[in-house]
């Protein structure tokens, strides 16, 4: 089993960065994809961002891409989300996921994940 962990959520202003942080205890994240996925008040969850087990593949959703990037080091169990010139549209609880397998090599698709953190929120302002 794993537990994952998120962090780096809060307020920020338009236009602004934050990186989330997602650690991982339990079962290791090495060979598994990782992905962030976030929901929107009154909204069903979404995908954000996948990368592959080895890291060398990234997936984004058309509304993030070119601004967030999702990277993973599996040495210390962590999957992290920079995110830039943020929009008050990005306000949502972002959620960390760990995949059942490595069937898919970066999983769009909330079934294909097993794992799920707590979520961290993210507010942007205008």
């Known amino acids: 089993q794993a537990r994952l962990v998120e962090s780096g959520g809060g307020m920020v202003q338009a236009g602004g960065s934050l990186r989330l942080s997602c650690a991982s205890s339990g079962r290791s994240i090495k060979n598994y994809p990782m992905g962030w996925f976030r929901q929107k008040p009154g909204k069903e969850r979404e995908f954000v961002a996948a990368i592959s087990w080895t890291g060398s593949y990234r997936n984004y959703s058309d509304s993030v891409n070119y601004r967030f990037l999702i990277s993973r080091d599996n040495s210390k169990n962590t999957v992290d989300l920079q995110m830039n010139n943020l929009k008050p549209e990005d306000t949502a609880i972002y959620y960390c996921?760990?995949?059942?397998?490595?069937?898919?090599?970066?999983?769009?698709?909330?079934?294909?994940?097993?794992?799920w953190g707590q979520g961290t929120q993210v507010t942007v302002s205008t």
């Open positions: 996921a760990q995949a059942r397998g490595y069937r898919v090599t970066t999983p769009r698709v909330e079934s294909e994940y097993e794992y």
